[in-house]
Nanobody, 120 residues
Framework: QVQLVESGGGSVQAGGSLRLSCLAS????????MGWYRQAPGKQRELVAA???????TYADSVKGRFTISRDNAKNTVYLQMNSLEPEDTAVYYC??????????????WGQGTQVTVSS
C-alpha cells in the first residue's frame, strides 16, 4: 500500500507565495514520477508540474516562471513552490505519483487534495 499526503495549502493574497508538500509513504520500491495537478470549480483537473525520476521537469504554460517543483529523494517528498500567485491559481491541488511498490506493481496514486485560495 502506498499513500500520498499533501500539506501546505491555504489562503493568500495575489502576489503571495505558498509551498505545497507531498509525502509518499508505504511499500515503495521506486518513484518513477511525481507531480501536481489542480482542479478549479467547474473545470477539469489539469497538470501543473511534474518531475521524473531522472530529474527532468515539465510545467503548465500558465505557471512557468512562477512555480517550481522539487523533491527530496531521501524523504520521498515532492514540493511545489508557488510564487506570484494569481486568483486564477485558486483550486484544489492534488499530488500524483507513478510509483512501483515493493511487490513490483506500478500504479498511479493520488493524494486527498489541498485547497489553495488566492484573493485579489
Amino acid at each position: 500500500q502506498v499513500q500520498l499526503v499533501e500539506s501546505g495549502g491555504g489562503s493568500v493574497q495575489a502576489g503571495g507565495s505558498l509551498r505545497l508538500s507531498c509525502l509518499a509513504s508505504g511499500s515503495i520500491f521506486s518513484i518513477n514520477a511525481m507531480g501536481w495537478y489542480r482542479q478549479a470549480p467547474g473545470k477539469q483537473r489539469e497538470l501543473v508540474a511534474a518531475m521524473f525520476s531522472g530529474g527532468s521537469t515539465t510545467y503548465a504554460d500558465s505557471v512557468k516562471g512562477r512555480f517550481t517543483i522539487s523533491r527530496d529523494n531521501a524523504k520521498n517528498t515532492v514540493y511545489l513552490q508557488m510564487n506570484s500567485l494569481e486568483p486564477e491559481d485558486t483550486a484544489v491541488y492534488y499530488c500524483n505519483g507513478d510509483i512501483t511498490s515493493t511487490g513490483r506493481a506500478t500504479a498511479v496514486y493520488w493524494g486527498q487534495g489541498t485547497q489553495v485560495t488566492v484573493s485579489s
